[in-house]
Structure formats: structure tokens, C-alpha cells
T-cell receptor
Framework: DVKVTQSSRYLVKRTGEKVFLECVQD?????MFWYRQDPGLGLRLIYF???????EKGDIPEGYSVSREKKERFSLILESASTNQTSMYLC???????????FGPGTRLTVL | SQQGEEDPQALSIQEGENATMNCSYK?????LQWYRQNSGRGLVHLIL?????REKHSGRLRVTLDTSKKSSSLLITASRAADTASYFC????????????FGTGTSLTVIP
């Protein structure tokens, strides 16, 4: 079974802090994604990566950056956390040529 | 927005009844997927239907697709309390090959 893990289930940070959210998948998937999920807005794509060291902006990249130094790991970085980044963050991965995305359990981030 | 929209936003039924939820989308698609999300968790893939298919079954799930109306429906037959979750449709983004738009979800409650 594909397993996607995220470093924290719950995280509380202060405004202005630098925040790292880590995602690891164990199935050698080329593609990895970061979404945020907010009530009434569904899932919105922040960034994705289709290969090591490659990244592409999604729909809402402002205030975020990403890093993919190894194939299995995709990190989301909030350079200076703000209260409007309080949200549920979901990581997903997929194999190129296949449409199914496999999701991690999510990180609920609260920025105070 | 290119997102799909699920209807209804919330649905409450008795155990044993059938649950139907709908998804409408805006652009041409190659395929449409349905995912399930238990409260506070990641999404789990349920079923995929391609644009040249009209109906697909998987266990107690039945999915239909009407590309002329840009809509899909998910039917869960003989519902169980364990089916309580949010259900999302996802449509592929034209030209990307591996990215999807997710809808805002239908919250299903199955009362024992």
C-alpha cells in the first residue's frame, strides 16, 4: 500500500515564524502536491513537483515556497506565517501516467 | 473558478438508505474521480470514471457521468454508519496530465 506521511497532525505557530511542513511518500512517485483545505473552499493547490528539484506554482502560491531535494520528500515552507494561513494542509503523491492521488493524513496548522 | 461543485453540501440519511450526491464542473475533462474524507483525515480515492464511460460500479458505489451536462453523480447503496464522511469529486486539469480540481465536497451523515 502507498503510504504518505506528514510530519505533524497538529501545529501551532506564532505570526511571523518560519514554518516547515514535511511530507514523505514511500512508493517512488514522481509527482507530489501540497493543498490547503478551508471550509467552503474545498482543496486548493499551492505547489506541486513532478521531479526532484522541480516545482511548479499552483493556484495559491503566495506566501509559500517548497523544496524537493529527494524524490520521496516534499516540504512546504511558510516563510513568515500569518493568521490567514491557518488551515488544514494536505500532501498528496501520484505516479506519472496514473490519475489517482494518494493523500497524507493532513496537518492542521493554527497561526496565532 | 474551475472547481467542481458538489450538491448537496450536506446530506443526512438513515442507515440502509441510498445516498446520492452530485458534482458539476465547468470545462471538458478526460476523467472524473470521487474521493472520500473522514473527519480530520486525508482523502482516499474511491473510483475513477473516464470521459468515454457513462456508468461505473465498485461494490456499493455507482458513478455516472454525463459529459453533455458536465455532471456526475455518486450513489452509495445500502448506506452504513461507517459511510459517514465528506465526498469530493475531482476533475483533471486540461493539459496538465496529473493535476486535478477538487470540488467543495458533500458532507454525508448516516444515522444508525
Amino acid at each position: 500500500d502507498v503510504k504518505v506521511t506528514q510530519s505533524s497532525r497538529y501545529l501551532v505557530k506564532r505570526t511571523g515564524e518560519k514554518v516547515f511542513l514535511e511530507c514523505v511518500q514511500d512508493m517512488d512517485h514522481e509527482n507530489m502536491f501540497w493543498y490547503r483545505q478551508d471550509p467552503g473552499l474545498g482543496l486548493r493547490l499551492i505547489y506541486f513537483s513532478y521531479d526532484v528539484k522541480m516545482k511548479e506554482k499552483g493556484d495559491i502560491p503566495e506566501g509559500y515556497s517548497v523544496s524537493r531535494e529527494k524524490k520521496e520528500r516534499f516540504s512546504l515552507i511558510l516563510e513568515s506565517a500569518s493568521t490567514n494561513q491557518t488551515s488544514m494542509y494536505l500532501c498528496a503523491s501520484s505516479l506519472t501516467g496514473e490519475d489517482t492521488q494518494y493523500f497524507g493524513p493532513g496537518t492542521r496548522l493554527t497561526v496565532l | 473558478s474551475q472547481q467542481g461543485e458538489e450538491d448537496p453540501q450536506a446530506l443526512s440519511i438513515q442507515e440502509g438508505e441510498n445516498a446520492t450526491m452530485n458534482c458539476s464542473y465547468k470545462t471538458s475533462i478526460n476523467n472524473l474521480q470521487w474521493y472520500r474524507q473522514n473527519s480530520g483525515r486525508g482523502l482516499v480515492h474511491l473510483i475513477l470514471i473516464r470521459s468515454n464511460e457513462r456508468e461505473k460500479h465498485s461494490g456499493r458505489l455507482r458513478v455516472t457521468l454525463d459529459t453533455s451536462k458536465k455532471s456526475s453523480s455518486l450513489l452509495i447503496t445500502a448506506s452504513r454508519a461507517a459511510d459517514t464522511a465528506s465526498y469530493f469529486c475531482a476533475t483533471d486539469r486540461s493539459g496538465t496530465g496529473n493535476q486535478f480540481y477538487f470540488g467543495t465536497g458533500t458532507s454525508l451523515t448516516v444515522i444508525p
